[in-house]
């Protein structure tokens, strides 16, 4: 990890340091400093995890050791868009196997995997609180309620990679 | 504030924002000014209304008229005829099942005793003003400058006030316990990690009237000699920790936060902290190890929060739904209070029953109230003509009951109502099925630390996947129940004492469907796959 | 200070307030089992085999290790509803654990074979999928066994609490839980000093030792082999344990007997070489002294100490002494000064030691630790349980071996070489010597109590001639680390420091007998001293096959052949990915 000097999308140090800066040089603030690099990084990186560590005068197993315990940390680089399904007992009664069917037929993956292109990620995840729209999902932070299978491949297509020529999946 | 005549709702959920919503909000706030209209008409956002084919739909109040698939050309027609001549533009009106979000507010607002909820749906949660219209802030004025903290404490002991979260300790005597314990620093803590499948009252608090939950931890703060607050809300919760973050920002800009509160030499601040995705961390200790930035892991107890908490010092954890309350029994009063409920249960409490029914959502009742007002009053009742089979009260953690349970009264002295959840069955769901996903549950969301736990809950979904897929036989039942028992004496916190519970009190009433499983080796539900043989699933 | 009293099962006991329900049971010679406490340190309640019920208490048991006991509280800790619960307990323990007990280094010294016996478990209600097993050979110290971890967490409290080294945690959760070392990384990938702390800790077969000794049998068995051993001074007041004797037992002549019996040419005593450090190490500190050389200087005899420092202080590494451990000088003069005196090949001397530890075998494999021709100094490493393994293997009974000397001329040595083996014995040694050296004095006594006993950081001020030398000491590494500290902040005036990794030193090393603990150390300590009393010779000056060796072979201390051949460096080792150079590391 070198210093940065471009628009590099890999956390160099120095973006590390100024996030620990903001949160706070405290071992309390650990959670908000990995909410923040998975917000600017996209996942957690173990290197990222060794800077926090000596930044914060912990251990790096304590950190990562943290930061596996909590499934809305991502220690691994994941897809673009990440669709997380609810199979607690309110959209598991509702039929949310069915839906994890239609997205798992619309995407060939199955929960825990990632598209090879890298655009999405999906997993099954406990309650998000969606009991009243439930079967629920979440595509990012967009909630999706009352589902049918049927309005999967829909929903899918607004977060479908674009084939422009820009390549960045505007 | 200024008293609008009518409301309107714009679903901006995500849905609906694709669509367009927010083209359609500002066309509607334009044509209101355009007409002269926007003193008397008020524009409001609000989440996702649940009519995720009819998107973007907005709700005229009072008259709690929908209109689906409204665009930008009908926003002229819906001022011109609705607005002010108060003719509906029917070929917009929504048509279908009215959505559960509406129903749920218009249903049974005649049955429902809304104190915590008063406001939601009201006013703007993004308002401070239009809270403080509605009486908000008055209580923190009334305990800050008027009750010393002792008389704050009485005030909630007297008013009968107990934990919202599930557990229902009494929040009068937890202040005392952290007033009264030596501290430099004391701690209050909102527990906002709502994660309780089927709960999601605290959600609704946040998103549309969080100001309630602050007023509520700065009387807390100022009762028991606290200077700092943290809300724990869940990571899942975007909204509302945006909406909260929100409602500090202003309170903290108007002087409700910060040093010398109402010259009351009372200096507090609160911060969201935001959870990262883990049910335990709603255990008041792992929430505690979370909030020191460790793994949410539960610690020992003795010592108990109240004296030895956040980095060991006093430390009061609420939950949302009980903080809400303090504002009302300070303004209103103990009396006022404990007249509301059963003898053992004071006040109001939020049920969200969803599952099977027709109108899932929130509901704020008094103490007492029958599970059959609650489901069939306020929920409509089972949705699509089927009939009734069980609830699983307050969540996988709560046990479930039949209909023999349908009128009962929800309070501590009868059927617990543990934090609110009521995750109905209808006639054509497996009883199994649903057990073992709440197995599954807890397996998923068991922190790992203690034995009986981490091995208990993932025997109990081994279990489960014998039996449907054929494979179990008829003395597991047996040996699933002796492990529950274990599961409920040995662990060392309560997510593995209550991973159990909901089995446990699934047997008596469902011994036949179990059996079926277990010897016939069929589902009577047809649900279940049932298609293996034992020496194919187990070693 | 106040007392409370509480009943156990029906038992009065008076204690001190503050106790534990576990205090209170002990203090009335009640056994209740448990897993993941250790004595001293903070308890986790974790494991759930120590499940007692209290009176009035609400449903659920509690776990005696961390539920304080109240003034007339009634516990009970033998009723049928906690041992059913505790048996629930350990099958689901079990469950999860991998049962090849036969196999496994701990059968017979399990702590989970022990309460599975006591209560009498002999089928599994709640068998099922295991976890998947990771077996970690890459270290050349410890293996990890993940399939036999119960998750007590013994280690990680030693790994990250006692020794500050923080390789060990648990990643993950629920019944995805490991211990593993940082990012679930092999151990020798991650940040681990070797100290083996961690094996002590482990109450079952989790982690272990990398075993040597089918090598060592493979040497013994070549007839053009010559095998020679060298033990450790901890080793001789650690080993009878194996053999069921009280800990602290002074066996060091069976032990030469016992190994011996096994079959190795000859049996020699690292203490040798113990007293050649005391004679090298003393003459560079005088060196150091005299031409304002970097002081503190730290003692070097420690492998995982060396392995800490080069991780976690580089900076300081010019302050390590040049010496190598006593194993290595015994090393690379087995393969000169001995093999030329025995007219024997280098390459036909097999070395071997015996190690109250687990570094010291990845100190016998470090590349610079080979005076010969690539041939390493050491060629295999036994800890103390490994060589009562082989007596075991052999047949040899133990207890009622007779005494035997060791051989010479490598077997020849001093009380002050003795000491070596327990905390400050290095400083005393080293002080009985400087002293002599320095003034030109006979010491009246040689018993520098200052250095001695189990406290984790002591100083002293010695008077030396003109010299007030401030001297400290330190074991365990979370105490290095306090003392390397003041160090880094410029706060430490002290002249000598030394530095065991282990708590204790090495009589609490990880290659010793399990268990050990502080009442275990304390009387390993004990024999330690009264070996030293016992011996002719308390001062390594004094010793005569030291000063034979001078004369006939290295010259003088700190001469350039015992450069060559005792004096070692050091290498900075990144904590962080070697692609960040050190002096961003350590900038902080």
């Known amino acids: 990890m070198k210093s940065c000097n471009s628009d590099c999308c890999v956390p160099c140090e120095a973006d590390i340091v100024a996030i620990v800066d903001k949160c706070g040089r405290t071992e309390c603030n650990l959670i908000p400093i990995l909410h923040e690099l998975q917000r600017s990084f996209g996942y957690i990186s173990d290197e990222a995890m060794e800077t926090v560590a000596a930044e914060l005068g912990i251990t790096v197993s304590q950190v990562h050791g943290t930061a596996t315990f909590y499934t809305l940390l991502y220690t691994r680089p994941q897809g673009k868009n990440i669709i997380k399904i609810c199979d607690s007992p309110p959209c598991h009664l509702q039929g949310s196997k069915a839906i994890q069917a239609a997205i798992t037929k619309a995407l060939g993956i199955e929960p825990g995997e990632t598209t090879l292109d890298g655009n999405f990620t999906f997993e099954v995840v406990s309650c998000m609180g969606l009991c009243g729209v439930a079967p629920a999902i979440m595509v990012n932070d967009d909630v999706y309620g009352n589902l049918t299978a049927e309005a999967i491949p829909e929903i899918l297509d607004k977060y479908a990679a674009c084939s422009c020529c820009c390549g960045e999946g505007c | ?539 | 200070m106040d007392n409370i009293n509480v009943s156990i099962d029906g038992i009065q006991v008076s204690i001190p307030k503050g106790s534990t329900v576990l205090d209170a049971a002990r203090a009335a010679g009640i056994y209740i089992p448990t897993l993941c406490h250790m004595d001293g340190h903070k308890p986790l309640g974790a494991c759930r085999v120590c499940l007692v019920e209290i009176e009035g208490g609400r449903g659920a048991l509690q776990a005696s290790c961390s539920f304080p006991a109240a003034d007339g509280m009634v516990v009970r800790t033998n009723s049928r509803r906690v041992h059913n619960a505790r048996k629930a307990v350990v099958e689901l323990m079990l469950s999860a654990h991998r049962q090849d007990c036969n196999a496994c280094n701990r059968t017979l010294n399990c702590e989970l074979q022990d309460i599975a016996k006591r209560l009498g478990i002999r089928e599994n209600r709640f068998e099922g999928e295991m976890p998947p097993r990771i077996m970690d050979t890459s270290s050349p110290s410890i293996v990890r066994d993940s399939s036999k971890c119960i998750l007590c967490r013994r280690c990680v409290e030693v790994c990250q609490n006692v020794q500050t080294v923080g390789t060990l945690f648990a990643v993950d959760r629920g019944f995805d839980t490991v211990i593993a070392p940082t990012a679930k990384k092999e151990l020798t990938e991650a940040v681990c000093v070797a100290c083996g702390q961690c094996v002590l800790a482990c109450p079952v077969g989790a982690l272990y030792e990398k075993s040597h000794i089918d090598r060592v049998w493979e040497a013994i068995d070549d007839p053009d082999k010559h095998v020679i051993v060298q033990t450790a001074p901890a080793v001789r007041v650690a080993i009878g344990e194996e053999f069921g004797l009280p800990a602290g037992s002074r066996v060091t002549k069976k032990m030469v007997a016992g190994l011996r019996r096994i079959g190795f040419d000859k049996v020699f005593d690292t203490d040798f070489t113990a007293d050649l450090t005391i004679l090298e190490e003393g003459t560079e500190f005088l060196g150091r002294l005299k031409n304002n050389g970097t002081l503190p200087m730290l003692t070097s005899c420690s492998p995982g100490w060396i392995n800490f420092i080069e991780y976690f202080y580089p900076e300081l590494l010019p302050n390590l002494s040049t010496c190598k451990s006593p194993q290595q000088m015994f090393g690379a003069l087995a393969k000169t000064y001995y093999a030329e005196k025995m007219g024997v090949k280098p390459e036909d001397i097999y070395s071997v030691s015996i190690m109250p530890c687990t570094a010291k075998k990845l100190e016998a494999g470090r590349e610079e630790m080979s005076v010969v021709n690539g041939l390493h100094d050491v060629d295999a490493v036994l800890t103390t349980r490994e060589a009562a393994q082989m007596m075991r293997e052999a047949g040899v009974d133990f207890v009622n071996l007779p005494d035997e000397p060791f051989d010479e001329p490598l077997g020849i040595a001093t009380g002050a070489a003795v000491i070596f083996g327990a905390t400050g014995g290095v400083m005393e040694a080293a002080l009985r010597t400087v002293y002599e050296v320095v003034t030109g004095e006979t010491l009246e006594n040689v018993n520098f109590e200052a250095v001695r006993g189990l406290e984790g950081v002591k100083e002293a001020v010695v008077k030396i001639g003109d010299i007030e030398a401030k001297v400290a000491v330190a074991s365990g590494l979370s105490n290095a680390r306090k003392l390397m500290d003041l160090i880094m902040e410029g706060k430490a005036d002290y002249h000598f420091i030394e530095i065991m990794c282990c708590p204790g030193g090495c009589l609490g090393g990880g290659g010793q007998p399990i268990p050990t603990n502080d009442e275990v150390r304390k009387a390993r300590m004990e024999a330690i001293y009264a070996e030293d009393e016992g011996l002719p010779i308390r001062k390594s000056h004094e010793n005569p096959a030291i000063r034979t060796l001078y004369e006939e072979f290295l010259g003088e201390p700190n001469s350039h052949k015992a450069h060559q051949l005792l004096h070692t460096h050091y290498t900075p080792k990144a904590l962080w990915p070697t692609d960040v150079p050190l002096d961003e590391v350590k900038t902080k």
């Open chain 2, 1 to 539: 504030m200024a008293f609008y005549r009518a409301h309107i709702l714009v679903d901006t959920g995500t849905a609906a924002v694709l669509k367009g919503a927010n083209a359609l909000r500002t066309a509607l706030v334009d044509e209101i000014k355009r007409k002269g209209l926007d003193k008397e008409i008020k524009v409001v956002e609000t989440g996702a209304l649940g009519l995720a084919g009819a998107v973007p739909a907005i709700v005229v109040y009072p008259e709690g008229v929908t209109y689906a698939n409204v665009t930008v050309d009908d926003v002229a027609e819906i001022v011109e005829e609705h607005l002010l001549k108060g003719r509906q533009v029917s070929r917009l009106v929504y048509k279908g099942d009215t959505p559960s979000v509406i129903k749920s507010a218009e249903n049974c607002r005649s049955a429902e005793m809304r104190v915590v909820l008063k406001n939601i749906g009201v006013i703007d949660p993004t308002s401070i003003d239009e809270y403080i219209a509605m009486g908000g802030y008055e209580a923190t004025a009334k305990a800050l400058t008027t009750m010393s903290p002792q008389e704050v404490i009485a005030e909630i002991k007297a008013s009968g006030l107990t934990g919202r979260g599930g557990a229902g300790f009494p929040t009068g005597l937890k202040w005392d316990f952290t007033a009264k314990a030596d501290g430099d620093q004391k701690y209050i803590i909102c527990n906002a990690d709502e994660g309780e499948p089927g709960n999601f009252k605290d959600r609704l608090i946040m998103e549309g009237d969080p100001h309630q939950i602050i007023e509520g931890m700065i009387i807390a703060a100022y009762a028991v000699g606290a200077q700092k607050g943290y809300i724990y809300i869940r990571g899942e919760y975007q909204q509302s920790v945006a909406n909260t973050e929100r409602a500090l920002d202003v309170a903290r800009e108007m002087g409700l936060l910060g040093s010398d509160i109402m010259g009351s030499g009372l200096s507090f601040d609160i911060e969201v902290f935001k959870g990262a995705g883990a049910y335990i961390c709603g255990e008041e200790t792992a929430l505690l190890a979370s909030l020191e930035g460790q793994r949410g892991e539960s610690r020992m107890k003795p010592p108990f929060p109240p004296t030895h908490g956040l980095f060991g010092m006093p430390t009061v954890i609420n939950n949302v739904e009980t903080l809400a309350n303090v504002p009302h029994i300070i303004v209103n009063g103990a009396d006022w209070y404990s007249n509301i409920g059963t003898q053992k249960s004071k006040g109001t409490k939020i049920f969200s029953p969803c599952g099977d029914v027709q109108y899932p959502g929130v509901y704020e009742v008094p103490f007492g109230s029958t599970l059959r007002e609650v489901i069939f009053g306020m929920a409509g009742g089972i949705k699509s003509g089927k009939k009734f089979k069980a609830v699983l009260m307050g969540g996988p953690s709560g046990v479930l009951v039949g209909e023999e349970a349908l009128d009962r009264s929800l309070c501590s002295e009868d059927l617990n109502p543990g934090a609110g959840a009521l995750i109905v069955l209808d006639e054509t769901k497996c009883v199994v099925d649903l057990i073992k996903n709440c197995a599954q549950f807890f397996a998923h969301e068991s922190c790992g630390q203690c034995t009986p736990c981490r091995e208990g809950t993932k025997r109990m979904v081994e279990f489960f996947n014998w039996w449907t897929a054929g494979a179990g036989s008829e003395q597991d039942l047996k040996l699933l129940d002796q492990l529950a028992t274990t599961m409920a004496l040995t662990s060392k916190c309560g997510l593995g004492q209550f991973a159990g519970v909901a089995f446990k009190s699934s047997i008596p009433l469902f011994e036949e469907e179990y059996l079926a499983h277990l010897v016939d080796k069929r589902c009577p539900a047809g649900i279940c796959e049932m298609d293996k043989v034992e020496e194919e699933v187990r070693v």
